[in-house]
């Protein structure tokens, strides 16, 4: 049985191009729960609050319910239900899920497989977090589903798997000028930059190619909120009395942060309606298609009013 094909084939809802991460998200925080306890079955009553959660800060913004992967993930040959009544999950209804008592856990087959070769879990986790989150979340989701950090080895590409560009990070460091296009955080070691990275905007689980117009050259902090959802690009006159250049995009903040110290007002609410600083001129801005992924897919709520200095 190919385990690491079934995973990355997950069968999952793709109307009007919204991500769907329920099942991969679930199926993490299975793995981390059988890294728990081997044998333990997962109550959808009693987990109904964990998987909303996750939901909440690694799906999309639109309303959703851990229902949904708890039946469906069936499909897939990696998960099995049962009810207090016997065998099968009783539909993806929320109130028939918890008056059934329904339970769910990895197939026999699965746990067996994972007993035999414990490094199966870490493959397993690595490709549900490649093909559908962002690098810099790899980490926290893996803390926030129970999973150990540090994961096994990737091995060789599967078939058909994109490879990244390692030219991608220099080209958009250098188009930013070796700067945050949010704050302007310009640090370096000598002549080495430090806590700068290249962000995609659409990301690259989501076929967001490794090109300049889909980059963002950010620092730390601000790369981990855009890929949450806290900070976005929108498209604006940028003022004249700021320094950045932008070619008219904006920062977005979302009104669902909240931040009551004098740092984070300055480093995230205080950045809304500012202009971008880069990219230099002659380097492609963030392309149209590119941004409006990231604004459907990612930035979570509405956003703040322009800050008024």
């Known amino acids: 049985m190919d385990w690491l094909q079934r995973t990355a084939t997950l069968r999952q809802w793709t109307g009007n191009g919204i991500r769907a991460p329920h099942k991969p998200l679930l199926l993490l925080y299975a793995l981390g729960r ?27 913004g639109n309303r959703t319910t851990p229902a949904y992967p708890f039946h469906h993930l069936v499909s897939d040959g990696l998960w099995e239900v049962r009810t207090d009544r016997g065998g099968g999950s009783p539909g993806s209804g929320v109130l028939e899920l918890r008056a059934s008592g329904a339970t769910g856990r990895l197939v026999p087959e699965l746990r067996e497989a994972l007993r035999r070769d414990p490094s199966l879990l870490g493959r397993m986790a690595r490709v549900l977090l490649d093909l559908h989150f962002p690098p810099s979340l790899h980490g926290e989701l893996c803390e926030s589903v129970g999973l150990e950090p540090e994961l096994a080895e990737t091995g060789p590409l599967p078939p058909g798997r994109r490879r990244r560009d390692r030219r991608m990070r220099e080209l958009v460091l250098t188009a930013y000028e070796y700067r945050c296009a949010f704050c302007g955080y310009d640090g370096a070691v000598g002549a080495v930059p430090v806590g700068l990275e290249a962000a995609h905007v659409r990301w690259w689980a989501f076929d967001g190619p490794d090109t300049v117009d889909n980059g963002l050259c950010l620092c730390a902090l601000h790369h981990k909120l855009f890929d949450k959802g806290v900070l976005g690009v929108g498209w604006g006159s940028p003022r004249s009395s700021e320094a950045g250049s932008g070619g008219g995009h904006r920062i977005v903040v979302s009104q669902r942060f909240v931040g009551r110290s004098p740092t984070a007002r300055e480093q995230v609410t205080a950045l809304a309606g500012r202009p971008l600083f880069g990219p230099q001129p002659g380097t ?26």
């Not at 009693?46 to 939901?55: I, M, P, S, T, W």
């Not at 992924?293 to 008024?308: E, I, L």
């Open 284 to 309: 492609p801005p963030i392309a149209h298609a590119h941004r409006s992924w990231h604004t459907r897919q990612v930035f979570h709520g509405s956003p703040r009013p322009a800050s008024v200095e």
């Open 34 to 60: 059988f890294q728990e306890d081997a044998d333990g079955e997962l109550r959808y009553s009693a987990v109904e609050g964990d998987l909303k959660r996750l939901l909440t800060d690694y799906g999309p």
